[in-house]
């Protein structure tokens, strides 16, 4: 439960979002559409940004990693294949009484005494239920609240003098099988399948159904043949993908977290299974202790793969503007990951909605995964589509022979365990997954494997998210008059902030000032996001771009005109929006001034 000033800070951060134009509800003038959101001219800047970052730290920065940009209507066999149709799916509970829908996990366990009823009749008789039924009553609250629910429970079943038969009573201690919000009992859980379905054609029949992705990742995993082909990789290698994505979340919540329209930022990063590496290098290198692992060396197996992508991942968060304490590394336990994962670092941010901890400390809510998948991805899609989804390693071919052969019987050994595991835990006869897995060793002694890989999976909506909390801050600033007052300033990094200067005129009613200011506008326009704003008090302006983020401004004074004399001619007054400490500058130095800054 948020406590009064978490409340309240997410109210002024969900009014000035709204306010400055980061973020609407969607269809608002129809009610709104819960779950659905928009993004205002600012917030779409910063979204634009959060994913600019990510694919420049991705892909062009690396040589290592290509791009994709896939459908995200795709054949339904593909979500067979990942297990999407089958098991992604969430546990949900219903309301007796309201019908309100709870994810079964988040319903909050709740102390106090349960009335249970076998049933009612109405006054007269002619009409009764024999449904039982039962309510939860807080500590506290009169026995005749419990009552009141029960009665508009059979109500509901057409007994409308309802008169509650067989009342009695047990004490409860953190109970989940009732509402919240009423008391009343909640249905038993049962599972919902999260993909957003639709029709593909005219006919909107079972053959034609099709889904909204769910995610972004398995585009890269079918296109990956086709990839390798036209890219020139090879393993080590990685595919990234910005997308829309669609779950039908139960329980939308907690502003734009979790909404069932988001973008993902997913990176596949495909590797040689620890076997081949050991085969060609003789051993696996190991991590020898915690934080960056550095340059990415060819005997890294799974292990060092996984730790440098945690770590590049937390050194992006920390260049665009997160410190590294508002960041918690969660390590998923052994019975959270999924079958086939090795390990999952969870990057959690420490919204102002997230659960404390004992000590009071704010735990964090994921923001991305990164995790190490082993073969399963592209496996299942070798058996689903019956197209082989193993690369040809050269290296490993040649290095194969001059391994020795008591190495070569473990490896090949090891590798074929891992196969039939894998082979019959997904649903193969122990006979045919023992055929195909001796095929799968005896394919890796000729340079053959399905790769691995490594997902750093995030979600950009959220990080827009992450970002507006950390940047939102309240301080002391003097108003026009001198007078102090409280200032609300998003402290953007400049790297990502929305706009990146404001240009203002001291004067809007002098013509040369304004001519000027245009003239810097434009000179500035080409390299970044600039904004112009000439209407009302400068202190005024400063405080609007203060608001919406922008870390810098650039005021046009009759010293840039030259009136104070010509050492001052053609220079600028340039404020930062943090320590709001002014300098002068000249405008030809201007534009590198600020490109120095926000890249
Ligand atoms: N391919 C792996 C995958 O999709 P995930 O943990 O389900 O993993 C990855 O999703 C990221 O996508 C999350 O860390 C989160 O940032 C974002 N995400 C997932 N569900 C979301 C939702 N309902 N609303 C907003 N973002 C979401």
């Not at 989804?389 to 008591?406: G, H, Q, R, S």
């Amino acid at each position: 439960m948020a406590d009064a000033k978490t409340a309240e800070l997410m109210e002024k951060i969900v009014s000035l979002c709204k306010r400055r134009g980061f973020i609407f509800q969607s269809s608002e003038i129809y009610g709104g559409l819960n779950g659905f959101w928009d993004y205002g001219p600012l917030g779409a800047e910063l979204k634009r940004n959060i994913k600019d970052a990510w694919w420049r730290s991705m892909t062009l920065l690396r040589e290592d990693v290509v791009g994709l940009e896939a459908s995200i209507i795709m054949h339904p066999r593909i979500w067979e294949a990942s297990g999407h149709t089958s098991t992604f799916s969430d546990l949900m509970v219903d309301c007796l009484l309201t019908k309100k829908r709870f994810r079964a996990d988040q319903v909050e366990p709740q102390n106090g005494v349960v009335y249970f009823y076998s049933g009612a009749t109405d006054g007269g008789a002619d009409k009764e239920s024999k449904d039982s039924f039962s309510v939860l009553l807080p500590p506290g609250k009169p026995p005749e609240s419990a009552r009141k629910v029960a009665r508009q429970f059979y109500q509901q079943r057409g007994v409308e003098n309802a008169v509650l038969v067989g009342e009695r009573t047990e004490p409860a201690q953190n109970t989940i099988r009732y509402n919240p919000e009423n008391g009343s009992l909640l249905t038993d859980p049962r599972p919902f399948n999260l993909m957003l379905k639709t029709y593909v054609g005219p006919v909107e029949s079972e053959d034609n159904k099709s889904y909204l992705r769910p995610e972004t990742a398995q585009a890269i995993f079918v296109q990956f043949k086709n990839v390798l082909e036209v890219s020139r990789q090879k393993i080590p290698f990685g595919i990234c993908q910005i997308g829309k994505a669609f779950r039908n979340e139960i329980n939308p919540r907690n502003y734009t977290f979790r909404s069932r329209e988001f973008e993902q930022m997913e990176l596949e990063y495909f590797i040689r299974p620890d076997e081949a590496v050991e085969a060609i290098h003789g051993s696996v290198a190991k991590p020898s202790g915690p934080g960056h692992p550095g340059e990415p060396q060819p005997n890294w197996g799974w292990q060092l793969w996984h730790q440098y992508w945690v770590e590049e991942r937390f050194a992006f968060y920390e260049r665009i503007g997160l410190p590294r304490t508002s960041l918690v590394e969660y390590w998923q336990k052994q019975d959270e990951l999924a079958h086939y994962a090795r390990a999952t670092v969870d990057i959690l941010y420490k919204f102002p909605f997230s659960k404390r901890d004992d000590k009071g400390e704010l735990m964090g809510e994921e923001l991305e995964g990164v995790a190490a998948r082993s073969d399963f991805d592209l496996s299942q899609h070798q058996r689903f589509s019956g197209k082989s989804m193993a690369v040809f390693d050269e290296e490993l071919k040649t290095a194969w022979p001059k391994v020795a052969e008591e190495k070569k019987a473990e490896l090949s050994k090891r590798y074929f365990e891992t196969r039939r595991n894998y082979l019959v835990k997904t649903g193969e006869s122990a006979e045919k997954g023992e055929k195909q897995a001796r095929e799968d060793a005896d394919g890796l002694a000729k340079g053959y494997y399905i790769p691995h890989v490594i997902e750093p999976s995030a979600g950009v909506d959220r990080l827009a998210l992450a970002l507006i909390c950390n940047a939102y801050s309240e301080d002391e600033a003097p108003d026009d008059k001198g007078k102090m007052e409280t200032r609300v300033a998003m402290r953007f990094h400049p790297r990502i902030a929305p706009t990146k200067v404001a240009v203002f005129p001291l004067l809007k009613n002098k013509p040369e000032l304004v001519k000027k200011a245009r003239e810097v506008l434009e000179l500035l326009r080409p390299h970044m996001n600039a904004f112009y704003d000439e209407a009302g008090a400068i202190g005024r302006r400063y405080r609007r771009q203060d608001e919406a983020g922008t870390p810098f401004g650039v005021t046009i004074d009759f010293d840039t005109l030259g009136e104070k004399g010509p050492e001052l001619k053609d220079t600028v007054t340039l404020r930062e929006r943090d320590t709001m400490k002014q300098e002068r500058v000249k405008i030809s130095e201007l534009a590198p001034a600020l490109l120095a800054r926000i890249r």
